[in-house]
Every structure is written in structure tokens, then in C-alpha cells.
């Protein structure tokens, strides 16, 4: 599986940016994908993610703000992001998960893409 994000860059406070995350391979192994991002210092954490099924789920920090689609196929995910933030400021990656044998989950990641929000 390989993951190609596009989108991000800078933003203003209060204003709004769109990412796009493009999965191609064995796709249909995924039974989620999603969005993970990680700011300056701070551990990589959970920013969206929406399962095969359509349940989604979102980090406190960005509930209300930002939103998560993913399109039929169920090979491409976007992060529509509102309401920024400095705070958002970061490298946003793209997940997707499978299981492997055993119930294992194996996260598949693209490279990232800096968002920069100013003040």
C-alpha cells in the first residue's frame, strides 16, 4: 500500500485547509484510514480516521473543527480542516490499517505534510 498526501501548507487563524491522501496497492485490505499529525515537540496523535463502514472518530483537539470523507472506492480519504488554529501547526500524516494473521494491526503511513497556521 502506498499513501500520497497533497494539500496543507499555510493557513491563517481562522481560516481553512483541505488535505487529500491517495491510496493505491492492496486497498482492499484496508479496513480504516485516517489522519494522524504530529506538533513541534510533541508525540505523533490521532487527528481523524473513518473505517470501511463509515464510523468515524475524531482527536478532542479538533472535534467541531475539522472533517473526515472518504470516497466510495475507499481509496482516497480527505481532512477538510475550519476554525484553524496556531495550534494546529504540525506534519499531518496519512494512515491506513490492516490486519495481518493473528488480528494484527499494521499501520501503512505516508511521508507527511507540513501545516503551518499563523497568527
Known amino acids: 500500500v502506498l499513501l500520497v498526501e497533497s494539500g496543507g501548507g499555510l493557513g491563517q487563524t481562522g481560516g481553512s485547509l483541505r488535505l487529500s491522501c491517495a491510496g493505491s496497492g492492496e486497498m482492499s485490505s484496508i479496513y480504516v484510514m485516517g489522519w494522524y499529525r504530529q506538533l513541534p515537540g510533541k508525540q505523533r496523535e490521532l487527528v481523524a480516521q473513518?473505517?470501511?463502514?463509515?464510523?468515524?472518530n475524531y482527536g478532542d483537539s479538533v472535534k467541531g473543527r475539522f472533517t473526515i470523507s472518504r470516497d466510495n472506492a475507499g481509496n482516497t480519504v480527505d481532512l477538510q480542516m475550519k476554525s484553524l488554529k496556531p495550534e494546529d501547526t504540525g506534519v499531518y500524516y496519512c494512515?491506513?490499517?490492516?490486519?495481518?494473521?493473528?488480528?494484527?494491526?499494521?499501520?501503512?503511513w505516508g511521508r507527511g505534510t507540513q501545516v503551518t497556521v499563523s497568527s
Open positions: 494512515n491506513a490499517k490492516t490486519l495481518l494473521t493473528g488480528a494484527i494491526d499494521f499501520d501503512y
Open positions: 473513518v473505517t470501511n463502514t463509515g464510523t468515524t
